[in-house]
T-cell receptor
Framework: NAGVMQNPRHLVRRRGQEARLRCSPM?????VYWYRQLPEEGLKFMVY????????ESGMPKERFSAEFPKEGPSILRIQQVVRGDSAAYFC???????????FGDGTRLSIL | QKEVEQNSGPLSVPEGAIASLNCTYS??????FFWYRQYSGKSPELIMS??SNGDKEDGRFTAQLNKASQYVSLLIRDSQPSDSATYLC??????????WGAGTKLIIKP
C-alpha cells in the first residue's frame, strides 16, 4: 500500500495516560503534517515536519503535545497526560514538497475515558 | 492574517443538477489551490488541484480559478447522491502551509 498509513485507527486512553499516534508517509514523500478535527468542525493544523526537523509547530499546544519524524521510522504524535478534551480525530498528511498536494491517512480516532 | 472562506451550507442540490461550491482567499500571492472531499467519519480526499487562472476539468468536476478576484470554485455536473459530503477548499500562500476553509456541506437530494 503506497498511501499514507496511520495507526492505530482507534485508540482509547484513560485520563492521565499517554497516547502515541503513528504515521508513515506515502512513498517518496518527506513532508508530514498533523491535523486535529473535532466532530462537525474543520481541520486544525497542528505541526509540519520534515525528516528530523520540526518546521512549524504553531498549531500544537505548548504543553503535553510533541511530534517527531526520525530519520528512520514513522512520524509520531505524542500526547502526554491526556484529558477528555483531547478526544478527536487526528489526521496525518504527507506531500512531496512545499506547495504540493497533501494526501491524507485514514486518521486515528482518539477517545479519552 | 491569511484566510480562506467558504459558505458552511448545507447546500442542497437536486440529483442530476450542477452543484457550485465557492471559496475566497485573502492572500493575493497564493499559488496553489486544492479541493478536497470529506465524507462523514472519513479522511479528506484530494479531488482537484489548480494552479493557473481559468478552468480545469476532470470528469464531472471542474475547478475554476480567478486570481484577480481571489476566488476558486468547484462545479460538479450531473450531481449524484454519492457526491453528498463536505468539500474543503485549501490554498497555499507563498509559504509551505495550506490554509484551509471550514468546508461546505453538500447534500444531493434524489
Amino acid at each position: 500500500n503506497a498511501g499514507v498509513m496511520q495507526n492505530p485507527r482507534h485508540l482509547v486512553r484513560r485520563r492521565g495516560q499517554e497516547a502515541r499516534l503513528r504515521c508513515s508517509p506515502m512513498k517518496g514523500h518527506s513532508h508530514v503534517y498533523w491535523y486535529r478535527q473535532l466532530p462537525e468542525e474543520g481541520l486544525k493544523f497542528m505541526v509540519y515536519l520534515q525528516k528530523e526537523n520540526i518546521i512549524d509547530e504553531s498549531g500544537m499546544p505548548k504543553e503535553r503535545f510533541s511530534a517527531e519524524f526520525p530519520k528512520e521510522g514513522p512520524s509520531i504524535l505524542r500526547i502526554q497526560q491526556v484529558v477528555r478534551g483531547d478526544s478527536a480525530a487526528y489526521f496525518c498528511a504527507s506531500s512531496s514538497g512545499e506547495g504540493k498536494p497533501q494526501h491524507f491517512g485514514d486518521g486515528t480516532r482518539l477517545s479519552i475515558l | 492574517q491569511k484566510e480562506v472562506e467558504q459558505n458552511s451550507g448545507p447546500l442542497s442540490v437536486p440529483e442530476g443538477a450542477i452543484a457550485s461550491l465557492n471559496c475566497t482567499y485573502s492572500d493575493r500571492g497564493s499559488q496553489s489551490f486544492f479541493w478536497y472531499r470529506q465524507y462523514s467519519g472519513k479522511s479528506p480526499e484530494l479531488i482537484m488541484s489548480i494552479y493557473s487562472n481559468g478552468d480545469k476539468e476532470d470528469g464531472r468536476f471542474t475547478a475554476q480559478l480567478n486570481k484577480a478576484s481571489q476566488y476558486v470554485s468547484l462545479l460538479i455536473r450531473d450531481s449524484q447522491p454519492s457526491d453528498s459530503a463536505t468539500y474543503l477548499c485549501a490554498v497555499n500562500p507563498s509559504n509551505y502551509q495550506l490554509i484551509w476553509g471550514a468546508g461546505t456541506k453538500l447534500i444531493i437530494k434524489p
